[in-house]
């Protein structure tokens, strides 16, 4: 069996999608009689083992992406590939590319709703752009032999539109790298945070649906007895006493160090569709204080956080105090728990792959994952 993913979501400072595809072509590494390859946007055609790269158009401000324009250069890789099953990791030219390729070759093409795009795009643009877009994806989506979404919230969506096969298929965590473990004594210290403060952290890419501000203004409202540590590319600079910037790309041994070393995650964010940094967060050992939307509604249990009022600086300070006013360190117990039993990578792809053998009607002895 052959599984080739193609999307324009990979870039050096991508978050979720670029993580669930390294995860998933690891994990299916150690599978017998598995092959899998990744198709990205690159700044030139290249090959090295099952990873290629087509030349795209690089993004001003896209902090590192880059778009495909031509579908034909796209569908003719993939159709070189030979592949057994085609997924289509974004709503865009590589999406349209995968299912011709998939026609041609006639193997079944799986597209993975990361993203909600009509609701990002409604926010910025209004209720006729949200509208349109919802076309779009009704339009591109139902063409697919089986549809992926990574929270209830977002199948919903995509079956009340009028999306058909649509499966419910969560991202994971790697419970190794991000482990309360990873905790470093002198991390406060060498960020020049006092160790007397209840340090709070959040960890991604500056953009809209972050709401980052809603943050800012959080802080103020807690005061001194509070810090904030914001991590990604793009993040504020003139922010408030109690917050510190680390305004780049940070790796993942600098950020599950972060984690652990911190007392709660911040996060604001009302458009998420899984919310990776959050699960990253439980699995490090911290409970959660975030809005009351999109996914952490369903991958933030009670006891492991406080979900409040969406975009309300007041309400989230009135979480913080809540949360840090009980036994925080149980509740971030209980949250390493919760990720361990719901998304570790090993059994998230492995029903995954059930999923695509039962696509490809293959037997099923050839879904087995070796496990380390």
Same mark, same amino acid.
């Given at each position: ?101 998939? $026609? ?26 949200? $509208?349109?877009? *919802? ?6 989506? $139902? ?145 959660? *204080? ?37 036994? *925080? ?16 990578? %090993? ?16 037997? $099923?002895? %050839? ?6």
């Amino acid at each position: 069996m052959h599984i080739a993913d193609v999307t324009m979501f990979h870039a050096p400072a991508s978050g979720g999608v670029r993580t669930y595809l390294q995860a998933k072509h690891r994990v299916l590494s150690r599978t017998p009689n598995l092959r899998t390859s990744l198709l990205v946007p690159g700044a030139e055609r290249d090959s090295l083992g099952d990873h290629h790269t087509l030349p795209a158009l690089h993004l001003p401000l896209g902090q590192g992406y880059r778009f495909p324009l031509r579908r034909r250069p796209w569908r003719d890789a993939l159709v070189d590939l030979s592949p057994t099953l085609i997924e289509a990791g974004d709503p865009y030219v590589t999406a349209w590319a995968a299912l011709e390729a998939g $026609q041609r070759l006639g193997v079944p093409v799986v597209g993975f709703y990361h993203s909600d795009l009509p609701n990002l795009m409604g926010d910025r643009f209004g209720r006729h752009v949200r $509208q349109r877009l *919802i076309r779009y994806v009704v339009d591109l989506y $139902q063409r697919f032999d089986s549809v992926l979404a990574p929270c209830h919230a977002m199948a919903n969506r995509l079956t009340e539109w009028g999306v058909p096969n649509v499966r419910v298929q969560s991202l994971g965590v790697d419970l190794e790298q991000f482990h309360p473990s990873r905790r470093d004594p002198g991390f406060r210290t060498a960020m020049g945070i006092p160790a007397d403060k209840k340090l709070l952290i959040f960890v991604g890419r500056f953009s809209r649906e972050k709401n980052i501000d809603v943050l800012l203004a959080t802080m103020r409202a807690l005061g001194s007895n509070y810090h904030l540590l914001l991590m990604g590319p793009g993040m504020p600079t003139q922010v408030p006493s109690n917050v510190t910037v680390v305004n780049r790309c940070c790796g993942s041994h600098e950020v599950a160090r972060a984690l652990a070393s911190s007392d709660a995650l911040l996060h604001a964010g009302t458009r998420e569709t899984f919310g990776l940094v959050a699960q990253e967060a439980m699995a490090s050992g911290l409970p959660v *204080i975030g809005a009351r939307a999109g996914a952490l509604i369903e991958n933030v249990p009670l006891g492991a956080g406080v979900l409040c009022q969406p975009l309300d600086p007041d309400a989230m300070a009135d979480a913080c105090s809540a949360l840090f006013s009980n036994d *925080i360190a149980a509740s971030g117990r209980y949250a390493r728990h919760f990720v361990e039993r719901q998304f570790s990578w %090993d059994s998230v792809i492995g029903s995954l792959l059930t999923h695509y053998v039962d696509l490809c009607g293959l037997e $099923q002895p %050839d879904a087995r994952v070796v496990r380390r």
